[in-house]
């Protein structure tokens, strides 16, 4: 289980590898064109951490692609703790303002968040994107 000290939620890397273990139990698969044997972490990338290259399609993703948690400049871990509070507290009485001081980011932001995760809730029932 995870509670809210959990360092998923302050530590980028924890995040990281948290949302891998749970989107990819055996070995990371390219969300593009589902291989998974022949795709490599891109090690020392001047991209930085937690890119993969797929030698079957040829292209570059991380754990994000596909997920809600997609093209946004908003840290991952910050992703995590915004969906563990809208997903233990009662998700209707969550405010802008309370996300945005919980997670420490502007209000324009926070709001922007609230909105893609209570999307990606109506439409999946749940926070976290499901494979
Ligand atoms: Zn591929």
Redesign the pocket.
């Known amino acids: 289980m995870i509670d809210r000290l959990d360092p998923i939620f302050t530590d980028e890397t924890a995040a990281r590898n948290w949302l891998e273990a749970q989107r990819w139990p055996d070995g990371a698969a390219?969300p593009?064109?589902?291989?998974r044997e022949r795709?490599k972490p891109l090690a020392g990338s001047s991209m930085g951490d937690g890119w993969y290259h797929?030698q079957?399609?040829?292209?570059k993703f991380t754990v994000r692609v596909g997920t809600l948690y997609e093209r946004s400049h908003v840290p991952l871990h910050k992703w995590l703790l915004a969906s563990y509070v809208l997903s233990t507290a009662n998700d209707r009485a969550v405010t802008v303002d309370q996300l945005r001081a919980t997670i420490d980011v502007s209000y324009r932001t926070a709001w922007r968040m609230l909105q893609r995760l209570r999307e990606a809730v109506d439409a999946a029932g749940t926070a976290v994107a499901d494979e």
């Open positions: 390219c593009f064109c589902e291989s795709v797929c079957d399609c040829r292209r």
